[in-house]
C-alpha cells in the first residue's frame, strides 16, 4: 500500500534549463537539457473526477443553491500560525479549521525537492503511529531527484525556487472518529522561478492531493494508519465555477490576514 500516494505519477513540464539551471543539463549529460519534473512528488494522490465521494465532508454545503460555486462563496479562512518548528508552521488548534490550516501550510511549505529538509519536516509533522511514512516519503524525493538528473541526495538547485499556492480544499471527518482524524484534498499550483526573478513558462498546475491527519499530543499529525486509511473518500474533480464542485464540498482558501 503507498504511504498517502497510491495514484499513477502524473508529470508536468518544469523546463530547468530555461530557468538557468546549467548545473543539471550539465548531470544529465554535459548539455543544456530540459527536464520533466514529477506532479506527484511527495505525499499525494490523485482525485478521482468521475468517483462520487464515499462520505460527506464535515460541513456540507446546502445543494439547494442552484448556481452556487467555489469561486462564489465564501471562502476558507486559514488560521494564522503561532511559530515554526523544523521548517514547518505549527500551533494551529484542535478543530477543523486547525486540521486544514495545517494541511495546506504544510503542503505550501514542503520540501519536496530536498531530502534533508523532507525528513526534517516529516519527523515532526509525522504521526508516530505512521510507522514506515517517513522513510518512504524521503525515498521518494530521492527517486524525484534523480528522475531529474540530479544526485539522490542533496538541496534544490542553485538559481531555482519553487512556491506552492493551494487553491481550494474539501475537508471530511472521518466517520467514528469523534472529529480526531480528518481527511484533507487540496487543489494546488506549483510555480518555479530562477534568481533574476523570472517565472517557469510552464507551471504546474491544478494538481489534487489528500492527507490524513489526527490530533495526537496536542498537534495534527500525518498518518496512514490501515484503520483510517480505509475511510478515505474520493471528490468530484475540483472546478472554481462548477455547482458540483461546491455541493461536493470544496472550498477556495485565503490565508489570514
Keep these: ?3 498517502v500516494s497510491e495514484s499513477k505519477t502524473r508529470k508536468a513540464r518544469l523546463t530547468l534549463a530555461t530557468l538557468g539551471v546549467l548545473v543539471v543539463g550539465a548531470l544529465v549529460g554535459g548539455g543544456v537539457t530540459a527536464v520533466a519534473l514529477l506532479g506527484d512528488d511527495g505525499p499525494t494522490s490523485s482525485a478521482e473526477s468521475s468517483e462520487p465521494p464515499t462520505a460527506e465532508p464535515s460541513a456540507s454545503p446546502d445543494s439547494g443553491q442552484a448556481g452556487m460555486t467555489p469561486e462564489k462563496a465564501r471562502r476558507f479562512v486559514l488560521q494564522k500560525p503561532t511559530g515554526q518548528k523544523a521548517g514547518l508552521s505549527v500551533g494551529f488548534s484542535k478543530g477543523p479549521v486547525g486540521a486544514v490550516s495545517t494541511a495546506v501550510y504544510f503542503w505550501e511549505e514542503y520540501a519536496f525537492l530536498d531530502d534533508q529538509k523532507a525528513r526534517q519536516q516529516l519527523d515532526a509533522i509525522v504521526s508516530p503511529d505512521a510507522e514506515g511514512y517517513v522513510d518512504e516519503q524521503v525515498s ?3 527517486k524525484l531527484r534523480e528522475q531529474v538528473g540530479l544526485p539522490p541526495s542533496g538541496g534544490t538547485p542553485a538559481g531555482i525556487t519553487f512556491s506552492t499556492s493551494v487553491n481550494a480544499v474539501r475537508a471530511t471527518s472521518l466517520a467514528g472518529t ?3 482524524v480528518v481527511q484533507v484534498w487540496m487543489n494546488y499550483d506549483r510555480y518555479a522561478t530562477k534568481a533574476d526573478g523570472s517565472p517557469d513558462d510552464d507551471p504546474l498546475k ?3 492531493t489528500d492527507l490524513l491527519l489526527k490530533w495526537q499530543d496536542g498537534a495534527w499529525k500525518i498518518t496512514n494508519e490501515a484503520q483510517y486509511w480505509e475511510k ?5 474533480a475540483y472546478f472554481p465555477d462548477a455547482h458540483v ?6 472550498q477556495q482558501v485565503r490565508h489570514a490576514d
Design 206 to 208: 491544478d494538481e489534487d
Design 178 to 180: 469523534g472529529g480526531k
Design 232 to 236: 478515505r473518500s474520493f471528490p468530484r
Design 245 to 250: 464542485s461546491w455541493t461536493d464540498g470544496w
Design 140 to 142: 521518494e524525493v530521492r
Design 1 to 3: 500500500m503507498g504511504v
